[in-house]
């Protein structure tokens, strides 16, 4: 029972391109929902959030959609660099709750 | 302000034996959250402490067990250990219990190895 799902276990992009990473989730209850990026040897590193009362959340280069209706979210990164290398994991959590639900993740590679 | 620290980095184990990971949350949070990370996989919630007490439990048997300590510190039992036990297995440190876990931070996390 995945009730969050990253479809795309890969991507790769050219520098300077945009990334765009995708995020599905079946529980209508989630009403936060977050992304983690995690390099190899480190634990997850939190990036950006999004409350379900918004559809948009910018910071600097990173932006993050959600639809409600299709219960979709996206990440875009945009210019993308060869730093941003790295797993990236979308994540859900639903009210009074601390318990987070991950993707499986999706791998992120950029290319100079 | 230092961040959230996991002992031991690497651990092998063999099957039946018991083993306990160790978590020092990041300065002045008292929520502890542990997760397991199979090797493909995301990360999955197995429970979280807040304030020494158990405050949710995700999908795992009860041979998982957890305590936290007055100073926030927490630790991470399994019991009878079974090959599929093999992951990685992550802690995180929040502010407060109900709060999103918007400022969760993970540490770099314990490698287990069942064999």
């Known amino acids: 029972d995945q009730q969050v799902k990253q479809n795309s276990p890969s991507l790769s992009v050219q520098e300077g391109r945009i990334s765009i990473l995708n995020c599905d989730y079946t529980?209508?209850?989630?009403?936060?929902f977050l992304w983690y990026k995690k390099y190899p040897a480190e634990g997850p590193t939190f990036l950006i959030s999004i409350s379900s009362i918004k559809d948009k959340n910018e910071d600097g280069r990173f932006t993050v959609f959600l639809n409600k209706s299709a219960k979709h979210l996206s990440l875009h990164i945009v210019p993308s660099q060869p730093g941003d290398s790295a797993v990236y994991f979308c994540?859900?959590?639903?009210?009074?709750?601390?318990?987070?639900?991950f993707g499986q993740g999706t791998t992120l590679q950029v290319k100079p | 302000e230092t961040g959230v620290t996991q002992s031991p980095t690497h651990l092998i184990k063999t099957r039946g034996q018991q083993v306990t990971l160790r978590c020092s949350s990041q300065s002045g949070h008292n929520t502890v959250s542990w997760y397991q990370q199979a090797l493909g996989q995301g990360p999955q919630f197995i429970f979280q402490y807040y304030r020494e007490e158990e405050n949710g439990r995700g999908n795992f048997p009860p041979r998982f067990s957890g305590l936290q300590f007055p100073n926030y510190s927490s630790e991470l039992n399994v019991n009878a250990l079974e090959l599929d036990d093999s992951a990685l297995y992550l802690c995180?440190?929040?502010?407060?219990?109900?709060?999103?876990?918007?400022?969760?931070?993970f540490g770099q996390g314990t490698r287990l190895t069942v064999v």
């Open positions: 995180a440190s929040s502010h407060s219990g109900y709060r999103r876990d918007t400022e969760a931070f």
């Open positions: 994540a859900a959590s639903g009210l009074d709750t601390g318990k987070l639900i």
């Open positions: 529980n209508s209850m989630f009403d936060y």
